[in-house]
Structure formats: structure tokens, C-alpha cells
């Protein structure tokens, strides 16, 4: 049963194959068995799970679009009366008083919540490792980081410990461990999933998104999750289609540009051989491929980490020891308390944001970086819009490089930083992309490809990603370390 699809699944809940309790019980068996090693999860809601899955079989309803499909959260988005933390000593205690939007959507639909999954600390990194839980493993190879922010998601996913998950993409923390580790990912526009109760790393980047076995799969869930809300006034009223009817086989006509940044030095030769010759599928489904360029590439890095740690040092102004989250027990004044609880209560990582962000908005040098930074990010955006104009999908590598081993990086915060420089300026321009598995490294490692669609194009996306997918057997693939 772990191993069906989300599709496969639905349809064995409806023809009554197996029952939604039984289903929920072995993938809690599953993350028992497997989850000391991954560390996937943070928190196992086993008994809201086995009561809600006994609830639908007792209904005997599967109307509802995903009814009956056991799933997990990353660990930023609000669940009324489970915990909700972030990974952060900060909010190790924090019990949400009302559910995240995206979760009410999900329930209403009639998902089954397992838990919620580990993430880099209020997911400031790239390897899951600034986690106040511990790293979570890359289930390809347990040396190895599942990648971040949304490591816990992506494991569980590859794993067989989830249907599918929801994750949070800031400046590449879905598509990067999706990539990492073997499986779909989605990074949706801009505004297309309500951001209402998932915790804010830096708010005019964040968005919500999906990880799933198959594209079909991630087309499904973004069908339940997307659309306005009257509670988040940065998602527009634009229509949500029904993504299932761009599920195709072929790509005829179809208008692919190759950016030619995506392939330079900083990509290490085995990914480029590797998307280079998926590229070539591609083509024999019928797609139009043309070379793009896309200059402003190179400065994405900056400008990203000047406009992201900014909104990062505003946002985390919120945990002060004060109102809720980690007070210190050893302070005798006002400003003490606010010191020390903070100096306690954050890691290394959230510490490096709040620094950064802080100098880069601080009087004397807001215009010479903040405010640069700006409008180097609307220039990125107008390069997006006019490529899009010639193409109707980009495609490239989501990662420089496949998984690197926990520790690697750790004590060199910039070239961990570098690690996003294929994924954040499609977080810049705004825009939706996509990690659909595309190929193994030479150690066994995945290797995924990224399709990149312009505003609300998401549809692009699955026609693309699914073709692909049809013609290639890489999603198939199955980690045997447990």
C-alpha cells in the first residue's frame, strides 16, 4: 500500500481494496521502522491519525478529492492543538491556537495528518541540518543530507512514509531536497497557495507547495491547496484550472528554452551530462528546444541574500521571550530577557539572518544594499517575463550538485549559500518551477531536472513534467537502505 501513488491510492480507498485504517497503520509502521535512521519526522500525531482514518471508514465516504490519504506537514505550518516549532529551541513548546489555511483546505478535502516533518531551522538553510531535532538523512544515502529547508518532507516522500507532503519554498526548499532526493517537487507562483498560519521566513518570497511520487500526484494536491484567501491579501483572485486536463503525453509545439547560465561554471559536469541528455527526450516528444540567456543570473545570489536576511531579521523580531516562545530563566531586567532568550532560543543560522538583514537595513546602508538589491530583483523579474514571452517552459538542473555528505558544509555558511544559485531566481522573478527526478550520479546519487513556467503557469508545468515522466522510469525509483 506505502508504495502506491497518491492516484493509485484514492483509487484503492474507492474499490475498497484496503481501508483508509489500515492504510494510515502502515505507514505509521513504516515511519516506526525507518524513522530513527531518516529522522524525517518531529512529531507522529499516531492517534488523531488511526481516530480520523476510523472516522472515514466508518462513513464509507471517498467522495472528497485526496478523502482517506494519510500525508504529512512541513514543521512551519500551524496545527491547532499539535505542536508546531519550526525546529527552533525557540518555539519547542508552541501549541498553534487555530490550523494554517493550507491545512484547512487540505482536511476539508479529507487528508489524514501522520505528523509534521523536520526543516532547517524557521527553514533558513539548504540541508536540513540547523535543526534544533537533528539532521534529517538523504534515504538514497544516510551520510548524506536529504537537503532544505524542507529535508523532513522530501525523506518521507522518497521514503514510503507519506502520500505526498507539503513543504514551504523560499529560495529553493522544495525543489532542492525534491532534487536531492529523488522526488517531485513543486514550487508554486507567487501567491497561488494562501500563506495564512505557515510561519514567515521571508514573506514576499515564501510559498507553499507540495512533494509527491508522481507530477500527476502534485497536480492533484495543488488542485486542493490553491486559490484566494480572504485571510492573505497576496493571493490574487485569479482562477485555479483543472491541472489533470494538461496532463499529456506529448510535447508537440511545445516552446522549451535552455538558459544558458544554468549550465556554467559552478554546475558540476555530471549534472550538466546528466540534463543534457534528458534534454534530448524532450525533443523526441515533440518540443521546440531553443538556447535562451538570462544574464542577471549571476547576481541572483546577492540580491536574494540582502532581500530574504532583511525580511528574515523584521520577521524574527516577533520572538522576543515576551509574548510567546523560549523565555530565559536567567535574567533579572527587561533588556536581559530579550538578550538572553534570544541568544538561547536561536540557532546558529537564524542568528546569521537576523545579523545580515539587520546591517543591510540599518541606517547608512539601506540605499547602497537593501534598495539596490530591489531593483535588481525587478530587473531579474522583467528577464523572466521577457523569456517567457519566446518560451512557454524553461529547463535546467534544480542543484549545482547531488547530495553532499552532513557536515560538508556546515562551518562554510556560503558555499551552502551557493547551493540555491540555480533555484533562487526563479524565487526572485516570482515565477513556478518544478523538480521532476531526471537521473542518478555515478554514486547513486539523484539528479533532478527543473522546469521553470512564467506568473500562474503551473499547467506548464505538469504538461511538461508528465510527458517526461511517461517517457522516462527515473520516478520509479526506489531507495533500498531500509
Known sequence: MINLTLTQTLKGLREKTFSCTELTQAYL????TTD???NAYVTVTEEMALEEAQKRDASADFSQPLAGIPMNLKDVVCTKSIRTTACSKMLKDFVPPYD???WERLKGAGCVLLGKTNTDEFTMGSSSEHSCFGATKNPWDLTR???GS????????MADQATFAIGTDTGGSIRQPASLCGCVGLKVTYGRVPRYGVMSYASSFDTIGPFAKTVEDAALVLRTMAGHSQKDSTTPDVPVPDYSRFLKKDLKGVRIGIPREFFEEGVEQETIDVIRHEIDVLKRLGAEVTEVSLPLTKYAIPTYYLLAKSEASTNMARYDGIKYGHTTDDAKELLEIYMKSRAEGFGDEVKRSIMLGTYALSAGYYDAFYLKAAKVRA??????????????ALVGP?????AFKVGEKADDPLAMYMADILTIPINLAGVCGLSVPAGFSKEGLPIGMQLIAGQFKEENLFHVGHAYEQATEWHSKRPNNF
Request: charged share 30%; hydrophobic share 40%.
Open 100 to 102: 494554517a489555511e493550507v
Open 150 to 157: 524542507s529535508g523532513g518532507p522530501a525523506a518521507s516522500v
Open 145 to 147: 543530507v536529504a537537503g
Open 379 to 392: 530587473l531579474i523579474k522583467r528577464e523572466y517575463e521577457a523569456v517567457f514571452e519566446q518560451c512557454d
Open 29 to 32: 509502521d513504516r515511519i516506526k
Open 36 to 38: 530513527k535512521k531518516l
Open 398 to 402: 534544480v542543484s549545482p550538485f547531488p
